[in-house]
């Protein structure tokens, strides 16, 4: 949560969220499609999985590069493509909204 003195406050998203319509995500080191979220660097896509466990023994990436990598998330929870670029809504902007806010408030405590 951003704040100004005074002001409204401002909730920064935990996990940016990615329209990806004609690509597929492939994890950059087992070559599997991440389910749900995923790690995303410039180019270079990890999944969970092999996020956290290169995280922990540094086999082929070390930690300093690791934190360089942002939390995404593919677009398929909120909206369907069906292969263009257009799209239709699964849940509603207000679904939405409350859904963005529950995350962003409990980012603060869990990560």
């Known amino acids: 949560m951003l704040h100004s003195f005074g002001g409204r406050t401002k909730s920064v998203p935990h996990v940016d969220i990615k329209c990806i319509v004609n690509e597929n995500i492939i994890c950059g080191n087992c070559g599997e499609k991440p389910v749900g979220d995923f790690y995303e660097?410039?180019?270079?896509?990890?999944?969970?999985?092999c996020y956290d466990y290169n995280y922990k023994w540094q086999e082929k990436y070390n930690r300093a590069y690791l934190t360089s990598f942002r939390k995404a998330r593919d677009c398929s929870f909120m909206h369907e493509h069906e292969g263009t670029t257009a799209v239709l809504q699964k849940i509603s902007d207000k679904e939405l909204k409350k859904l963005?806010?529950?995350?962003?408030y409990l980012s603060l405590y869990w990560s």
């Open 100 to 104: 963005k806010q529950k995350e962003a």
């Open 41 to 49: 660097n410039k180019s270079k896509i990890l999944c969970p999985r």
